[in-house]
Structures are given as C-alpha cells and as structure tokens.
C-alpha cells in the first residue's frame, strides 16, 4: 500500500507563487471564488515598516490575457524602481550631513565605518547619553563657525553645579569635550569639512580634568542603588549596565 502525503491547503490571503515563467518584482495575487485572480504590486515589507507609501497598489490586469503580460511586467518593474530610489535616498538621508554638530552627531552614529559601531553595548550606552547632551545644548550650531572660544563656553555651562553651592560637574564637562574630540576625529577619516580645523583646535586646548577618585563603587553602594530602583518601581535600574552608567557619572 502507497502512502501519499496529505494536501497542503492553501492560505487565504496573498497568492505568491506565480507560473515559473512570469515572476516580476513585488507581483502578488489574490484568489476570488470566481473569475481571475486579483493582481497587485507589493513593496518590500522592511521599506514599507520604514514609511515606505503606497504599500500596495492594485494592478489592472489580467493574468489570463497574453496581451495584459508586458503592461504587468512594466507596471512592477515601474513600481519597484521607485521603492528601490525611495529606499537609495533614505540611507543617504541618514548619512546626510549637513555641516552642524548634530549632522556629524547623527553620521558618528549611522556611518557603517565610525568607531561609535563598535562599541561595547555597555559603553555605547554610555556615550549616547552624552551624545544627547551634546546634540541638546549646541546641535544646531554650524561646524564652520565655531571658534575656541565656543568650546571653553560649552566647558564652562557644563560643569556648572546642579544648585547653587553644590560641587562642579568637571568630569561631565569634560566628557562632552572628549566627545566632541572622538567625533572630530571620525569626521577628519569621513572626510567632513570643518573637521579637521576643529580636531587641531581642540588639541592644543587644555581643559581641566576631573580629579582621581578617592572612592569607587562597593557593594553596599550597588544594593543601595537597587534597593531604591525596586522602591522606584524600576527593576531594569538595577542591571549591571546602568550601574556602570551611574558609576561613571558620579564625581
């Protein structure tokens, strides 16, 4: 006795197998219970997640008609030529710079080749708070005219104490100036304009430095921490990377 393997139902919905010798880009379809099967043109469902429009877009053909099989093929490689061009524009958006702070901020973080991609996961954290800090406060300032005296300005605000009479917050100041170095410096290798004269500027500045620290974390420090992040109500506090981060802000 011969066994054959049980009938595979096909799904409601869209149809994706095609004859072997019509398969155009994005060409889907979908089956009535009578007549010809309904065609569309469908974008990729990546693009469409990024805000690719339209996400679909009904084909007024017909399979069955030899004389409708060019127009389909036209329509769908018509189709698919914009998505891919929309799709080709989109990357270079994102690695569009545009010669302010925030354009080299948002390239060191997109650009396949920067250092900020191959960061610990932990240090990454770390450094995208700061690059928010960075992008907040002077974002919008053109790389081409800053000046010396900006960066001894943007020290001087960061370090100021959170109220008046409490300690100078020299260790963040100083970071968003080291920062701004590392950024200088992944623009000079991207060939950015303005970086380089920035990068040499900033190598000769001195900034002071956050003293040494007397005291490190210990571990009634790290159950203090989590003790008050469960009182909080936020558990995710108490990973061992946002201690780190905490740690590393302390001073």
């Not at 524009?89 to 396949?112: A, C, H, V």
């Not at 003293?211 to 995710?236: P, T």
Request: with cysteine.
């Amino acid at each position: 006795m011969v066994f054959l393997p049980p009938r595979r139902c096909r799904p409601t919905g869209w149809r994706t197998s095609m004859p072997s010798d019509f398969n155009e880009p994005g060409l889907k379809r979908r089956k009535r219970k009578s007549g010809p099967d309904i065609l569309y043109w469908v974008a990729r469902a990546d693009l469409v997640k990024a805000g690719y429009r339209p996400e679909t877009v009904r084909l007024p053909y017909t399979e069955d008609d030899e004389s409708h099989r060019n127009l389909i093929s036209a329509a769908c490689m018509r189709f698919q030529a914009e998505m891919l061009e929309w799709s080709s524009g989109r990357k270079r958006e994102l690695n569009r710079f545009d010669g302010t702070i925030l354009g080299l901020s948002r390239r060191y973080q997109t650009d396949e080749a920067s250092p900020f991609k191959r960061l610990k996961h932990s240090t990454r954290q770390k450094d995208t708070y700061t690059l928010a800090l960075i992008e907040k406060a002077f974002g919008t300032r053109s790389l081409a005219a800053l000046k010396i005296d900006d960066f001894y300005r943007w020290y001087g605000a960061a370090k100021k104490p959170r109220e008046a009479g409490g300690q100078e917050r020299v260790r963040r100041a100083y970071g968003i100036i080291k920062k701004l170095r590392e950024m200088l410096a992944f623009g000079i290798m991207a060939e950015l304009p303005e970086c380089k004269r920035l990068y040499d500027v900033l190598h000769h500045a001195r900034f002071s430095q956050p003293a040494r620290r007397r005291v490190s974390m210990e571990l009634s420090h790290a159950e203090a921490f989590i003790a008050k992040a469960i009182e909080m109500g936020r558990l995710s506090l108490g990973r061992g990377d946002d201690l780190r981060i905490w740690d590393s802000q302390q001073g």
